[in-house]
């Protein structure tokens, strides 16, 4: 399995504003996937966008992916302080490897 | 409604004494899964399961044993806890591997003294 790098580590918005996280991965994916994780609790799935598809939109969350530099983006758009939350980014390889590997997320935090 | 319950939710306990962990999903999910958290080191895999009686380990398996006897039960046991299994767990699973969405626990916040 590939672990996903978020960048930044973390985000400090004020409410309105967008937000903008990365994720880069190292081999080929199968699909990306995007999770939210309020303190303490557990994740929840935002989006998949698979690796022939560049580009996914679902309410507020618009997700990128771009293969040839390996990476994908979340944008967050008129953010929230109920957006407060870590995002984690999952890259998917294919083949018969069933681990699954997330990384260390995105700390964002939205000032009302 | 369709959910994954973990319990407990919390426990305390102390090194050495034998606990056992329950995950429950009601989605007739194949692929289920345990993980730790801890500060700084993000969300770590320790076992998964493809199927019943089909369990393999994941990034951190020592000091964890696991067995997948129904399709809809994943429990995690710790057999000898010690102070460094302290930590924040959570179950997931989904319908087809990791390929697909994955549905997570509340999470178990476990301390081991």
């Known amino acids: 399995s590939q672990q996903g790098e978020e960048d930044p580590q973390a985000l400090s918005i004020q409410e309105g504003e967008n937000a903008t996280m990365n994720c880069s991965y190292k081999t080929s994916i199968n699909n990306l996937q995007w999770y939210r994780q309020n303190s303490g609790r557990g994740l929840v799935h935002l989006i998949l966008?698979?690796?022939?598809?560049r580009e996914k939109h679902s309410g507020r969350l618009r997700v990128t992916l771009d293969t040839s530099k390996k990476s994908s983006s979340l944008l967050i758009t008129a953010s929230r302080a109920a957006d407060t939350a870590s995002y984690f980014c999952a890259p998917i390889s294919g083949g018969s490897n069933y681990k699954l590997t997330f990384g260390k997320g995105t700390l964002l935090t939205v000032n009302p | 409604e369709a959910q994954v319950t973990q319990n407990p939710r919390y426990l305390i306990t102390v090194t050495g004494k034998k606990l056992t962990v329950t995950c429950s999903q009601n989605m007739n999910h194949e692929y289920m899964s345990w993980y730790r958290q801890d500060p700084g080191l993000g969300l770590r895999q320790i076992y998964y399961s493809m199927n019943v009686e089909v369990t393999d380990k994941g990034d951190v398996p020592e000091g964890y044993k696991v067995s997948r006897k129904e399709k809809r039960n994943f429990p995690l046991i710790l057999e000898s806890p010690s102070p460094n299994q302290t930590s924040l767990y959570f179950c997931?699973?989904?319908?087809?591997?990791?390929?697909?969405?994955?549905?997570f626990g509340p999470g178990t916040r476990l301390t081991v003294l």
């Open positions: 966008i698979r690796s022939n598809e």
């Open positions: 997931a699973s989904s319908l087809a591997g990791r390929l697909d969405e994955q549905f």
